[in-house]
């Protein structure tokens, strides 16, 4: 089992910064990649960025780069997710996800989520 705790989440105007946190515990040894998704009210969860465990790959949704950049502090167990330049329509629960063992289809470990509001 693997477990995944967002943080860094929270209201900021648009054009400032956030970085997100998610900190992954248990058989972490088993992770192969991690990503972020994100949902906006009413709307479907959206694809933000995935890492290797290892950090050497990661890839940024083609609508996000510039912006956002994923990274991972092995050290820690932790991937983060910068974002620069935030519009309002950034605003979403942002949710962290690992796939593990590296034979998984997808991602199977999922976070709680953290709020992102961005204001105008």
């Known amino acids: 089992q693997v477990q995944l705790v967002e943080s860094g989440g929270g209201l900021v105007q648009a054009g400032g910064s956030l970085r997100l946190a998610c900190a992954a515990s248990g058989r972490t040894f088993s992770i192969h990649a991690m990503g972020w998704f994100r949902q906006a009210p009413g709307k479907e969860r959206e694809f933000v960025a995935t890492t290797s465990w290892s950090g050497g790959n990661t890839y940024v949704a083609d609508s996000l780069k510039g912006r956002f950049t994923i990274s991972t502090d092995s050290a820690k167990d932790t991937v983060y997710l910068q974002m620069n330049s935030l519009k309002p329509e950034d605003t979403a629960v942002y949710y962290c996800?690992?796939?593990?063992?590296?034979?998984?289809?997808?991602?199977?470990?999922w976070g709680q989520g953290t709020q992102v509001t961005v204001s105008s």
């Open positions: 996800a690992a796939r593990a063992p590296p034979d998984s289809k997808g991602y199977n470990y």
